[in-house]
């Protein structure tokens, strides 16, 4: 699904006005209605029997507000329309629906925080309404602002609230909040969704999001190439490797896993475990050989084998015997509990600058890279796919200022590589620029391991033959998907990187339908 920036909403309206001649008043009246339809969906008391608020900006996202109350009175709707911005800035269309809206005996309230009246008919209101700013607010709303007010008095509100287009406060290319935001049930964003719905914490206030059609010819929005987009069930069908019926286990990838250091011996095992379960047909696993019987005694498929170490971890003289396993494999995937020690760095950055095989570097493999970002650099025209979360990211250059979709895009298209930065809506970007950003997953998989899992699954596809980019965001989806069956099952408290592991088969059912 494409993820549409503000500018390029703002390119459509004027395309859709200016190019095809379809009134403006037309396209907030359609964008009204579906956030009428919304209030009264949310209702839970007869329209008869309800009290509403609408708040209002002098934008054509305060108009679609106007509108929208003049819709919830003619279904019986007791309601007020507050305007938190200045009336002499109402734009020509909010100017009309204003005049349409006072033709059915409701004014336009002027929005006064200090009135107690106002705020206890909001905050009693059973819907609310959220039409302050529209996709191009760019700059923090002052904490001592009326908009700061209204956006308390709503989040306050025993009511169930709807923003128009999107939440007030939400940054629409990014999903931050500046300074404050509306926290919304529902969202009724027009024509296509936006970045800020799907990512950062503009999730956490978006609540359940709704397109609306609001007469945009279609053929302009077909032709809206977006940078962003979710990731879907088909795409990640579409990147599953074919099963030859007559295949044999060398046909269906080589994986090798190098990681582990004493006191860190479940990531290996669990990355292992879970590129056997997503299909490998021969994973190695490379270890210290001071652990190397507790992970023999663990894998039943993986195949571990013990390399030289130093007091428990890694050490340089393992360079040979791993380069040499991994002429033979597909595939590495490096870091899973390797520990930090600059001997077993070193030995990371010397396999990334000597293999040209596709590399997936998670974890400690990520940290080795701080302070050595060229070695990334140096492998721009071979895959690499890095999985760190904000903090290892951080380690290595990435800057979240700018939210997580574009620092993850940036940092892909400066280093050369494919980045999944893993988090709440992880995000994978590309070397050409675009970023998939994943929607399943819960609370249930922030457990140490859970990115070990990853790992597995996303060295796994990749062993198999399936395109970088669709094996790291497909990897990520299906990761997801276990997690979120693993925790129906046994809830987000309770469930286990192993569980997620042991719930792969029902995501691989369902992706075969």
């Not at 007020?80 to 100017?95: I, K, S």
């Not at 996709?135 to 709503?154: F, K, N």
Request: with cysteine; charged share 25%.
């Amino acid at each position: 699904m494409k993820l549409a920036a503000s500018a390029q909403m703002r390119e459509l309206d004027r395309r859709a006005i200016q190019e095809r001649g379809i009134p403006s008043i037309d396209l907030m009246e359609r964008a009204a209605a579906g956030v009428a339809e919304a209030a009264l969906d949310l209702l839970s008391v007869q329209p008869g029997k309800a009290r509403a608020s609408v708040l209002c900006g002098a934008g054509n996202n305060g108009g679609d507000g106007i509108a929208a109350a003049r819709l919830l009175f003619l279904k019986g709707v007791r309601v007020r329309v507050f305007l938190t911005g200045r009336y002499e800035r109402l734009t020509a269309d909010a100017l009309e629906e204003t005049r349409r809206l006072s033709d059915c005996g409701v004014e336009l309230e002027p929005f006064d925080p200090g009135s107690q009246d106002q705020a206890e008919w909001i905050t009693a209101s059973h819907v609310l309404v959220d039409a302050m700013f529209g996709v191009g607010l760019s700059r923090e709303i002052a904490p001592d602002s009326a908009a700061a007010a209204a956006v308390c008095l709503m989040n306050q509100s025993r009511g169930r609230v709807v923003a128009a287009d999107i939440a007030s406060g939400v940054e629409a290319d990014t999903g931050r909040v500046l300074g404050c935001a509306v926290k919304a049930d529902r969202t009724v964003t027009f024509t296509l969704p936006k970045i800020g719905q799907f990512a950062g914490d503009g999730v956490l206030c978006s609540g359940r999001v709704e397109v609306r059609e609001i007469g945009i010819p279609p053929d302009l929005v077909r032709r809206t190439a977006c940078m962003v987009m979710t990731v879907e069930r088909e795409y990640v069908q579409e990147a599953l490797p074919p099963r030859k019926p007559d295949g044999h286990k060398g046909d269906f990838g080589k994986l090798l896993i190098v990681g582990g250091a004493v006191g860190y011996t479940g990531a290996p095992y669990l990355a292992a475990s879970a590129a056997v379960r997503s299909g490998c047909g021969l994973v190695y696993l490379g270890v210290p050989d001071s652990i190397w019987e507790i992970e023999a005694s663990r894998c039943g498929s993986a195949m571990p084998f013990p390399l030289a170490d130093r007091g428990g971890s890694l050490r340089g003289t393992a360079l040979p015997a791993i380069l040499e396993k991994l002429e033979g494999c597909d595939v590495l995937a490096i870091g899973p509990g390797l520990g930090r020690n600059e001997d077993t760095a070193r030995l990371v950055r010397e396999i990334l600058e000597r293999t040209e095989k596709p590399v997936v570097l998670d974890a400690d493999g990520i940290n080795a890279l701080e302070g050595h970002i060229n070695t990334l650099d140096a492998r721009r025209d071979r895959v690499t796919i890095l999985t760190p979360h904000d903090g290892e990211f951080a380690r290595v250059g990435g800057e979240l200022s700018a939210g997580r979709t574009e620092a993850a895009r940036r940092f892909a298209l400066r280093h050369g590589c494919t980045l999944v930065l893993k988090g709440h809506r992880t995000v994978t970007a590309t070397q050409a620029g675009t970023v998939l950003v994943n929607t399943n997953g819960s609370s249930g998989l922030a457990k140490g391991g859970s990115g070990d899992v990853l790992t597995g699954i996303i060295g796994s596809l990749l062993a198999q033959g399936a395109a970088p980019v669709r094996a790291a965001a497909g990897g990520v989806w299906i990761h997801g998907r276990a997690g979120d069956l693993a925790a129906e099952r046994l809830t987000a408290y309770c469930m286990t990187p192993d569980d997620v592991i042991a719930a792969l088969p029902a995501v691989f059912q369902e992706l075969a339908l």
